[in-house]
Protein backbone atom coordinates (compact mmCIF):
# COMPACT_ATOMS: atom_id res chain seq x y z
CA UNK A 1 0.00 0.00 0.00
CA UNK A 2 1.55 3.38 0.86
CA UNK A 3 4.38 2.00 2.93
CA UNK A 4 7.48 1.52 0.87
CA UNK A 5 9.50 -1.50 1.57
CA UNK A 6 6.11 -4.16 2.49
CA UNK A 7 6.42 -2.77 6.25
CA UNK A 8 3.18 -3.74 8.43
CA UNK A 9 -0.24 -1.74 8.26
CA UNK A 10 -0.83 -0.15 11.10
CA UNK A 11 -3.81 -0.45 12.86
CA UNK A 12 -5.53 2.66 11.66
CA UNK A 13 -4.02 1.70 7.92
CA UNK A 14 -5.88 -1.38 7.77
CA UNK A 15 -9.32 0.01 8.97
CA UNK A 16 -8.78 2.69 6.26
CA UNK A 17 -8.20 0.64 3.90
CA UNK A 18 -11.23 -1.56 4.54
CA UNK A 19 -13.38 0.99 4.54
CA UNK A 20 -11.97 2.33 1.43
CA UNK A 21 -13.37 -1.14 -0.11
CA UNK A 22 -16.37 -1.43 1.41
CA UNK A 23 -17.02 2.10 -0.40
CA UNK A 24 -15.65 0.63 -3.57
CA UNK A 25 -18.21 -2.53 -3.60
CA UNK A 26 -20.64 -0.16 -2.47
CA UNK A 27 -20.33 2.55 -5.21
CA UNK A 28 -19.83 0.22 -8.13
CA UNK A 29 -22.89 -1.80 -7.05
CA UNK A 30 -25.50 1.48 -6.11
CA UNK A 31 -23.58 2.17 -10.08
CA UNK A 32 -24.80 -1.24 -11.12
CA UNK A 33 -23.34 -3.27 -13.98
CA UNK A 34 -25.97 -4.36 -15.64
CA UNK A 35 -25.43 -6.10 -19.13
CA UNK A 36 -21.77 -4.97 -19.62
CA UNK A 37 -21.08 -4.61 -22.62
CA UNK A 38 -19.00 -7.46 -21.29
CA UNK A 39 -16.91 -8.15 -24.41
CA UNK A 40 -15.42 -4.48 -24.16
CA UNK A 41 -14.69 -4.53 -20.54
CA UNK A 42 -13.02 -7.91 -20.76
CA UNK A 43 -10.92 -6.36 -23.48
CA UNK A 44 -10.22 -3.18 -21.48
CA UNK A 45 -9.41 -5.44 -18.53
CA UNK A 46 -7.18 -7.72 -19.95
CA UNK A 47 -5.18 -5.11 -21.52
CA UNK A 48 -4.74 -2.92 -18.09
CA UNK A 49 -3.40 -6.30 -16.38
CA UNK A 50 -1.02 -6.35 -19.60
CA UNK A 51 0.05 -3.08 -19.06
CA UNK A 52 0.48 -3.32 -15.66
CA UNK A 53 2.59 -7.11 -15.64
CA UNK A 54 4.93 -5.22 -18.39
CA UNK A 55 5.64 -2.63 -16.53
CA UNK A 56 6.17 -4.31 -13.16
CA UNK A 57 8.68 -6.36 -14.59
CA UNK A 58 10.70 -3.39 -16.62
CA UNK A 59 10.49 -1.18 -13.59
CA UNK A 60 10.58 -3.64 -10.92
CA UNK A 61 8.09 -1.16 -8.96
CA UNK A 62 5.71 -1.95 -5.93
CA UNK A 63 1.76 -1.70 -6.42
CA UNK A 64 -0.25 1.00 -7.41
CA UNK A 65 -1.04 2.36 -4.23
CA UNK A 66 2.69 2.59 -2.98
CA UNK A 67 2.56 5.83 -4.90
CA UNK A 68 1.28 8.73 -2.97
CA UNK A 69 -1.03 9.87 -6.43
CA UNK A 70 -0.10 9.42 -10.12
CA UNK A 71 2.81 11.35 -10.58
CA UNK A 72 4.82 10.74 -13.49
CA UNK A 73 6.12 7.23 -14.05
CA UNK A 74 6.77 4.79 -16.31
CA UNK A 75 3.91 2.48 -15.11
CA UNK A 76 1.41 5.47 -15.12
CA UNK A 77 2.21 5.91 -18.43
CA UNK A 78 0.99 2.39 -20.14
CA UNK A 79 -2.02 2.36 -17.90
CA UNK A 80 -3.63 5.25 -17.10
CA UNK A 81 -4.72 6.12 -20.97
CA UNK A 82 -6.37 2.49 -20.60
CA UNK A 83 -8.72 3.65 -17.62
CA UNK A 84 -9.66 6.79 -18.96
CA UNK A 85 -10.31 5.24 -22.31
CA UNK A 86 -13.11 2.63 -20.35
CA UNK A 87 -14.40 5.98 -18.33
CA UNK A 88 -15.20 7.15 -21.69
CA UNK A 89 -16.41 3.93 -23.20
CA UNK A 90 -18.36 2.51 -20.64
CA UNK A 91 -21.06 3.49 -17.85
CA UNK A 92 -19.46 4.01 -14.64
CA UNK A 93 -20.08 0.55 -12.97
CA UNK A 94 -18.70 -1.60 -16.04
CA UNK A 95 -15.91 1.33 -15.72
CA UNK A 96 -14.36 0.46 -12.51
CA UNK A 97 -14.72 -3.43 -12.74
CA UNK A 98 -11.68 -2.93 -15.44
CA UNK A 99 -8.76 -2.24 -13.16
CA UNK A 100 -10.10 -4.98 -10.94
CA UNK A 101 -8.10 -7.70 -12.51
CA UNK A 102 -4.46 -6.49 -13.06
CA UNK A 103 -4.86 -5.01 -9.35
CA UNK A 104 -5.51 -8.26 -7.81
CA UNK A 105 -3.38 -10.53 -10.07
CA UNK A 106 -0.69 -8.20 -9.04
CA UNK A 107 3.01 -8.52 -6.69
CA UNK A 108 2.06 -7.44 -3.09
CA UNK A 109 3.70 -6.83 -0.03
CA UNK A 110 1.69 -8.90 3.00
CA UNK A 111 -0.47 -8.37 4.23
CA UNK A 112 -1.18 -9.16 0.23
CA UNK A 113 -4.76 -9.43 0.27
CA UNK A 114 -5.48 -6.49 2.02
CA UNK A 115 -3.34 -5.06 -0.23
CA UNK A 116 -4.32 -5.99 -3.53
CA UNK A 117 -7.85 -5.70 -2.92
CA UNK A 118 -7.33 -1.80 -1.52
CA UNK A 119 -4.87 -1.23 -5.12
CA UNK A 120 -8.27 -2.41 -7.00
CA UNK A 121 -11.25 -0.56 -4.70
CA UNK A 122 -8.81 2.64 -5.32
CA UNK A 123 -8.68 2.43 -9.03
CA UNK A 124 -12.34 1.06 -9.30
CA UNK A 125 -13.00 4.42 -7.14
CA UNK A 126 -11.18 6.45 -9.24
CA UNK A 127 -12.46 4.83 -12.55
CA UNK A 128 -16.13 4.73 -11.80
CA UNK A 129 -15.54 8.47 -10.58
CA UNK A 130 -14.26 9.63 -14.40
CA UNK A 131 -17.10 7.88 -15.82
CA UNK A 132 -19.70 9.28 -14.37
CA UNK A 133 -18.51 12.70 -14.92
CA UNK A 134 -17.40 12.37 -18.18
CA UNK A 135 -21.24 10.70 -18.64
CA UNK A 136 -22.36 13.82 -16.37
CA UNK A 137 -21.14 16.24 -18.85
CA UNK A 138 -22.25 14.83 -22.21
CA UNK A 139 -19.52 13.46 -23.04
CA UNK A 140 -20.59 10.03 -24.70
CA UNK A 141 -23.01 11.47 -26.97
CA UNK A 142 -20.23 14.32 -28.20
CA UNK A 143 -17.74 11.32 -28.51
CA UNK A 144 -20.49 9.20 -30.60
CA UNK A 145 -20.73 12.70 -33.18
CA UNK A 146 -17.27 13.06 -32.97
CA UNK A 147 -18.03 16.48 -31.67
CA UNK A 148 -14.43 18.26 -31.19
CA UNK A 149 -13.23 19.88 -29.25
CA UNK A 150 -15.85 19.87 -27.20
CA UNK A 151 -15.54 16.22 -26.11
CA UNK A 152 -12.30 17.73 -24.75
CA UNK A 153 -13.88 19.80 -22.13
CA UNK A 154 -15.89 16.25 -20.39
CA UNK A 155 -12.40 14.35 -21.24
CA UNK A 156 -9.83 16.79 -19.12
CA UNK A 157 -12.96 16.94 -16.19
CA UNK A 158 -12.54 13.22 -15.99
CA UNK A 159 -8.91 13.03 -16.01
CA UNK A 160 -9.16 15.40 -12.97
CA UNK A 161 -11.43 13.34 -11.30
CA UNK A 162 -9.43 10.41 -11.36
CA UNK A 163 -6.48 12.43 -10.41
CA UNK A 164 -8.24 13.97 -7.81
CA UNK A 165 -9.88 10.64 -6.51
CA UNK A 166 -6.64 8.23 -6.74
CA UNK A 167 -4.59 11.38 -4.71
CA UNK A 168 -7.06 11.62 -1.83
CA UNK A 169 -7.19 8.28 -1.18
CA UNK A 170 -3.58 7.53 -1.66
CA UNK A 171 -2.75 10.29 0.23
CA UNK A 172 -5.19 9.42 3.05
CA UNK A 173 -3.88 5.96 3.36
CA UNK A 174 -0.35 7.60 4.15
CA UNK A 175 -1.63 9.97 6.73
CA UNK A 176 -3.58 7.40 8.81
CA UNK A 177 -1.04 3.95 8.58
CA UNK A 178 2.37 6.32 7.79
CA UNK A 179 1.41 9.41 9.77
CA UNK A 180 2.94 11.08 7.27
CA UNK A 181 2.73 15.03 7.49
CA UNK A 182 -0.65 16.32 5.54
CA UNK A 183 0.94 19.36 4.34
CA UNK A 184 3.50 17.43 2.28
CA UNK A 185 1.04 14.90 0.67
CA UNK A 186 -1.61 16.88 -0.09
CA UNK A 187 0.69 20.04 -1.14
CA UNK A 188 2.96 18.13 -3.11
CA UNK A 189 2.98 14.92 -4.83
CA UNK A 190 -1.17 15.50 -5.36
CA UNK A 191 -0.46 18.69 -7.20
CA UNK A 192 2.50 17.74 -9.31
CA UNK A 193 -0.10 14.89 -10.42
CA UNK A 194 -2.27 16.69 -12.24
CA UNK A 195 -0.30 17.83 -15.44
CA UNK A 196 0.83 14.20 -16.32
CA UNK A 197 -3.22 12.94 -15.58
CA UNK A 198 -4.27 15.80 -18.22
CA UNK A 199 -2.21 14.36 -20.81
CA UNK A 200 -2.24 10.55 -20.05
CA UNK A 201 -6.31 11.61 -20.25
CA UNK A 202 -6.07 13.11 -23.99
CA UNK A 203 -3.94 10.23 -24.52
CA UNK A 204 -7.34 7.66 -23.59
CA UNK A 205 -9.74 10.09 -24.79
CA UNK A 206 -7.91 9.35 -28.23
CA UNK A 207 -7.55 5.76 -27.97
CA UNK A 208 -11.17 6.13 -27.38
CA UNK A 209 -12.40 7.82 -30.45
CA UNK A 210 -10.36 5.25 -32.41
CA UNK A 211 -11.76 2.50 -31.06
CA UNK A 212 -15.36 3.76 -31.59
CA UNK A 213 -14.20 4.06 -35.43
CA UNK A 214 -13.04 1.75 -38.05
CA UNK A 215 -10.26 0.70 -35.97
CA UNK A 216 -12.51 -1.10 -33.01
CA UNK A 217 -10.11 -2.93 -30.68
CA UNK A 218 -6.36 -2.67 -32.53
CA UNK A 219 -6.75 1.00 -31.44
CA UNK A 220 -5.24 -0.40 -28.36
CA UNK A 221 -2.40 -0.91 -30.06
CA UNK A 222 -1.90 1.95 -31.85
CA UNK A 223 -1.83 3.71 -28.43
CA UNK A 224 -0.31 1.47 -26.30
CA UNK A 225 2.90 0.54 -28.33
CA UNK A 226 4.44 3.62 -28.63
CA UNK A 227 3.63 4.03 -24.98
CA UNK A 228 4.35 1.04 -23.82
CA UNK A 229 8.02 1.80 -25.83
CA UNK A 230 8.40 5.07 -24.02
CA UNK A 231 7.59 3.59 -20.63
CA UNK A 232 10.79 0.62 -21.38
CA UNK A 233 12.75 3.67 -22.63
CA UNK A 234 11.89 5.61 -19.34
CA UNK A 235 12.53 2.11 -16.79
CA UNK A 236 16.15 2.01 -18.37
CA UNK A 237 16.84 5.75 -17.43
CA UNK A 238 15.18 5.10 -14.08
CA UNK A 239 16.98 2.18 -13.38
CA UNK A 240 20.67 3.95 -14.69
CA UNK A 241 19.99 6.89 -12.22
CA UNK A 242 19.50 3.74 -9.30
CA UNK A 243 23.53 2.48 -10.94
CA UNK A 244 24.51 5.89 -10.42
CA UNK A 245 23.07 6.32 -7.06
CA UNK A 246 24.74 2.48 -6.32
CA UNK A 247 28.09 3.90 -6.98
CA UNK A 248 27.75 7.32 -4.87
CA UNK A 249 26.96 5.46 -2.33
CA UNK A 250 29.49 2.91 -2.01
CA UNK A 251 31.94 5.56 -2.30
CA UNK A 252 31.18 7.45 0.21
CA UNK A 253 30.72 4.63 2.14
CA UNK A 254 34.06 3.35 1.66
CA UNK A 255 35.52 7.11 3.09
CA UNK A 256 33.26 6.70 5.89
CA UNK A 257 34.70 3.04 6.56
CA UNK A 258 38.03 4.52 6.41
CA UNK A 259 37.49 7.71 8.63
CA UNK A 260 35.28 7.40 11.46
CA UNK A 261 35.50 10.51 12.31
CA UNK A 262 33.99 12.28 8.50
CA UNK A 263 30.76 9.68 9.00
CA UNK A 264 27.73 11.84 8.20
CA UNK A 265 29.65 14.18 7.04
CA UNK A 266 29.86 13.96 3.52
CA UNK A 267 25.88 14.07 3.57
CA UNK A 268 25.72 16.94 5.84
CA UNK A 269 28.24 19.22 2.95
CA UNK A 270 25.95 17.69 0.02
CA UNK A 271 22.96 19.13 2.35
CA UNK A 272 24.07 22.40 2.85
CA UNK A 273 25.77 22.79 -0.84
CA UNK A 274 22.42 22.55 -2.05
CA UNK A 275 20.71 24.83 0.93
CA UNK A 276 23.98 27.54 -0.83
CA UNK A 277 23.03 26.34 -4.42
CA UNK A 278 19.12 26.97 -3.73
CA UNK A 279 19.61 30.31 -2.18
CA UNK A 280 21.45 31.64 -5.39
CA UNK A 281 18.64 29.91 -7.98
CA UNK A 282 20.67 27.51 -9.99
CA UNK A 283 19.02 25.44 -12.43
CA UNK A 284 17.89 22.19 -10.79
CA UNK A 285 20.46 20.27 -13.21
CA UNK A 286 23.22 21.82 -11.54
CA UNK A 287 21.77 21.68 -7.95
CA UNK A 288 21.55 17.64 -8.25
CA UNK A 289 25.32 17.65 -10.20
CA UNK A 290 26.32 19.58 -6.86
CA UNK A 291 24.52 17.65 -4.58
CA UNK A 292 26.19 14.57 -6.01
CA UNK A 293 29.88 16.43 -5.49
CA UNK A 294 29.34 17.72 -1.89
CA UNK A 295 28.59 14.05 -0.96
CA UNK A 296 32.04 12.90 -3.13
CA UNK A 297 33.92 15.67 -2.25
CA UNK A 298 35.72 13.70 0.61
CA UNK A 299 36.37 10.38 -1.78
CA UNK A 300 39.96 10.97 -2.20
CA UNK A 301 40.89 10.28 1.62
CA UNK A 302 40.52 6.40 0.29
CA UNK A 303 44.21 7.28 -0.98
CA UNK A 304 45.06 8.96 2.25
CA UNK A 305 46.72 6.37 5.15
CA UNK A 306 44.31 5.32 7.36
CA UNK A 307 46.63 5.98 10.13
CA UNK A 308 47.08 9.55 9.39
CA UNK A 309 43.72 9.91 9.37
CA UNK A 310 42.78 8.94 12.16
CA UNK A 311 45.02 9.87 14.38
CA UNK A 312 44.86 12.39 17.30
CA UNK A 313 47.82 14.09 17.17
CA UNK A 314 49.01 16.98 15.66
CA UNK A 315 49.99 16.15 11.93
CA UNK A 316 53.70 16.11 10.63
CA UNK A 317 54.49 17.93 7.11
CA UNK A 318 55.13 14.32 5.58
CA UNK A 319 51.46 13.48 6.63
CA UNK A 320 49.67 16.83 6.23
CA UNK A 321 51.11 16.53 2.66
CA UNK A 322 49.22 13.31 2.62
CA UNK A 323 46.06 15.12 3.65
CA UNK A 324 46.19 17.77 1.08
CA UNK A 325 47.04 15.54 -1.67
CA UNK A 326 43.15 13.58 -1.25
CA UNK A 327 41.69 16.47 -3.78
CA UNK A 328 43.66 15.26 -6.46
CA UNK A 329 43.01 11.65 -5.44
CA UNK A 330 39.42 11.94 -5.36
CA UNK A 331 39.64 13.96 -8.84
CA UNK A 332 41.32 11.26 -10.30
CA UNK A 333 39.14 8.48 -8.80
CA UNK A 334 35.86 10.00 -10.16
CA UNK A 335 37.34 11.11 -13.70
CA UNK A 336 35.90 8.16 -15.69
CA UNK A 337 32.61 8.88 -14.32
CA UNK A 338 30.84 10.40 -16.78
CA UNK A 339 27.35 11.57 -15.26
CA UNK A 340 29.61 13.42 -12.43
CA UNK A 341 30.10 16.18 -15.17
CA UNK A 342 30.85 19.65 -13.35
CA UNK A 343 30.90 17.92 -9.72
CA UNK A 344 34.43 16.73 -10.86
CA UNK A 345 35.48 20.30 -10.77
CA UNK A 346 34.45 20.67 -6.96
CA UNK A 347 35.82 17.66 -5.80
CA UNK A 348 39.36 18.78 -7.43
CA UNK A 349 39.12 22.40 -5.86
CA UNK A 350 37.59 22.48 -2.54
CA UNK A 351 40.22 23.12 -1.09
CA UNK A 352 41.07 26.47 -2.80
CA UNK A 353 41.13 30.03 -1.08
CA UNK A 354 39.92 33.35 -2.72
CA UNK A 355 43.69 34.73 -1.77
CA UNK A 356 45.24 31.97 -3.37
CA UNK A 357 47.01 30.52 -0.43
CA UNK A 358 44.68 27.31 -1.03
CA UNK A 359 45.94 23.56 -2.78
CA UNK A 360 45.97 21.89 -4.43
CA UNK A 361 46.25 24.38 -7.44
CA UNK A 362 46.35 27.76 -5.58
CA UNK A 363 43.70 29.19 -7.44
CA UNK A 364 42.04 32.59 -6.84
CA UNK A 365 39.05 34.43 -6.89
CA UNK A 366 37.07 33.55 -9.92
CA UNK A 367 39.54 31.22 -11.08
CA UNK A 368 38.04 28.79 -8.49
CA UNK A 369 34.84 26.72 -10.09
CA UNK A 370 31.61 27.91 -8.59
CA UNK A 371 31.17 24.26 -7.11
CA UNK A 372 34.13 24.09 -5.47
CA UNK A 373 33.65 28.02 -3.70
CA UNK A 374 30.17 26.58 -2.64
CA UNK A 375 31.68 22.99 -1.17
CA UNK A 376 34.16 24.77 0.53
CA UNK A 377 31.66 26.84 2.51
CA UNK A 378 29.28 23.98 3.24
CA UNK A 379 32.69 21.79 4.04
CA UNK A 380 33.97 24.21 6.60
CA UNK A 381 30.56 24.95 8.42
CA UNK A 382 29.75 21.46 8.94
CA UNK A 383 33.48 20.72 10.26
CA UNK A 384 33.14 23.56 12.77
CA UNK A 385 29.94 22.63 14.03
CA UNK A 386 30.85 18.92 13.87
CA UNK A 387 33.31 17.43 16.75
CA UNK A 388 36.44 16.31 15.77
CA UNK A 389 39.25 14.76 17.17
CA UNK A 390 41.39 17.36 17.50
CA UNK A 391 38.59 19.55 18.55
CA UNK A 392 34.82 20.07 19.91
CA UNK A 393 31.58 20.87 18.11
CA UNK A 394 30.99 25.38 17.77
CA UNK A 395 27.38 26.16 18.03
CA UNK A 396 26.18 27.30 14.77
CA UNK A 397 26.23 31.07 15.30
CA UNK A 398 29.72 30.98 16.14
CA UNK A 399 30.59 28.93 12.96
CA UNK A 400 28.62 31.79 11.44
CA UNK A 401 30.57 34.36 12.56
CA UNK A 402 33.92 32.27 11.85
CA UNK A 403 32.67 32.42 8.31
CA UNK A 404 31.57 35.93 8.03
CA UNK A 405 35.57 36.66 9.54
CA UNK A 406 36.99 34.69 6.48
CA UNK A 407 34.83 36.06 3.96
CA UNK A 408 37.21 37.54 0.94
CA UNK A 409 40.10 35.48 1.87
CA UNK A 410 38.94 32.04 2.17
CA UNK A 411 35.61 32.08 1.26
CA UNK A 412 33.42 33.31 -1.32
CA UNK A 413 31.44 35.98 0.29
CA UNK A 414 28.34 35.50 -2.07
CA UNK A 415 28.48 31.83 -0.86
CA UNK A 416 28.96 32.78 2.58
CA UNK A 417 25.93 35.10 2.40
CA UNK A 418 23.76 32.50 0.78
CA UNK A 419 24.90 29.72 3.33
CA UNK A 420 23.68 32.02 6.21
CA UNK A 421 20.24 33.63 4.81
CA UNK A 422 19.94 29.80 4.42
CA UNK A 423 20.74 28.30 7.84
CA UNK A 424 18.55 31.43 9.11
CA UNK A 425 15.67 30.56 6.97
CA UNK A 426 15.63 26.73 7.01
CA UNK A 427 17.78 25.88 10.23
CA UNK A 428 20.68 23.68 10.48
CA UNK A 429 21.13 20.17 12.53
CA UNK A 430 24.89 19.62 13.93
CA UNK A 431 26.13 16.23 13.95
CA UNK A 432 25.51 14.13 16.95
CA UNK A 433 28.04 13.78 19.37
CA UNK A 434 29.74 10.18 19.70
CA UNK A 435 30.80 8.51 22.82
CA UNK A 436 34.05 10.03 23.45
CA UNK A 437 33.39 12.85 21.90
CA UNK A 438 33.46 15.16 25.20
CA UNK A 439 37.42 13.97 25.61
CA UNK A 440 37.73 16.16 22.56
CA UNK A 441 39.62 19.63 23.01
CA UNK A 442 37.72 22.95 23.15
CA UNK A 443 40.32 24.54 20.10
CA UNK A 444 39.03 28.54 19.72
CA UNK A 445 37.93 28.66 16.34
CA UNK A 446 40.89 29.74 13.64
CA UNK A 447 43.31 28.71 16.14
CA UNK A 448 44.38 25.15 15.33
CA UNK A 449 47.95 23.08 15.27
CA UNK A 450 50.06 24.33 12.36
CA UNK A 451 49.79 21.15 11.31
CA UNK A 452 46.22 21.11 10.52
CA UNK A 453 46.34 25.13 9.08
CA UNK A 454 42.94 26.11 7.86
CA UNK A 455 39.23 25.50 9.27
CA UNK A 456 38.63 22.55 7.57
CA UNK A 457 40.32 18.55 7.30
Known sequence: MAEAGGKPLSRGGR????????????????????????????????LHGTCEWLVRRQTRVGAVAEAVAPEVSARWAAFFPVLLAAAALLRPGPAALVPVLGAVLAPAAPPRALRRLWNAAQLALATCAAAGV?????????????????????????????????????????ITAERADPRTVWGGALLRSLVPCLGYGLIGLMMAVLWQGRYGVFSAVLVLLPLTVSSWVFAQFQQEEAAHQATVSALVQAVEIKDEYTRGHSER???????????????????????????????????????????????????????????????????????????????????????????????????????????????????????????RARPVDEAVTELERCSGTQFDPTMVGALIRAVRRHGWSPAQPRPGDEDAPDVPLGIREPSRAGLVG
Not at 15 to 35: D, L, P
Not at 285 to 299: C, K, N, P, Q, T
Not at 312 to 340: C, K, S, W, Y
Not at 346 to 362: F, N
Request: hydrophobic share 45%; aromatic share 6%.
Open 15 to 46: AYAGAVIVGASVCVAACGVGAGPWGRVAVLAA
Open 134 to 174: FRGLGGPGQLARHQFPAVLGPAVAAALAFCLVSGVLAAGIR
Open 269 to 391: VSRASVLIARELRMAEERVASLRIAGVLHDIGKLGVPTRVLRKNGPLTDDEHEAVQLHPTFGHEMVRGIGFLGEAREGILHHHERMDGRGYPSGLAGDQIPEFARVIAVADAFDSMTSTRSYR
